[in-house]
């Protein structure tokens, strides 16, 4: 199986900045595309930022300029560096992973725990 671990998040002020960390493991034999999504209360989950293999990314309108995500392809791991942070930007943040587990078999979605951002004005 897959694991995706969580590390990071808790309460900021408005202005303030967070780092989110994931760690992929387990029976890995391709690791694809890996973004963070996040969910508010009452609202569907919206993808916030992907990166893929090559180190492509692109992010959501909303936090363009103002959130970096990146990965270390040997580590495993893909973090999110959010800056100038807004209380609109308080939700609980979910690392996906795509992934294949063998030799020609499709890749599938993973995700991690989720952990809470909050952003108080």
């Known amino acids: 199986q897959v694991q995706l671990v969580q590390s990071g998040g808790g309460l900021v002020q408005t202005g303030g900045s967070l780092r989110l960390s994931c760690a992929a493991s387990?029976?890995?034999?391709?690791?694809?595309?890996m973004g963070w999504y996040r969910q508010a209360p009452g609202k569907t989950r919206e993808l916030v930022a992907a990166?893929?293999?090559?180190?492509?990314?692109n992010y959501v309108d909303s936090v363009k300029g103002r959130f970096t995500i990146s990965r270390d392809n040997v580590k495993k791991t893909v973090c999110l560096q959010m800056n100038s942070l807004k209380p609109e930007d308080t939700a609980v943040y979910y690392c996906?992973?795509?992934?294949?587990?063998?030799?020609?078999?499709?890749?599938?979605?993973?995700w991690g725990e989720g952990t809470q951002v909050t952003v108080s004005s």
């Open positions: 387990g029976r890995i034999f391709s690791l694809n595309t």
């Open positions: 996906n992973a795509q992934v294949s587990t063998g030799w020609g078999l499709p890749p599938r979605d993973y």
């Open positions: 990166v893929t293999r090559g180190g492509t990314a």
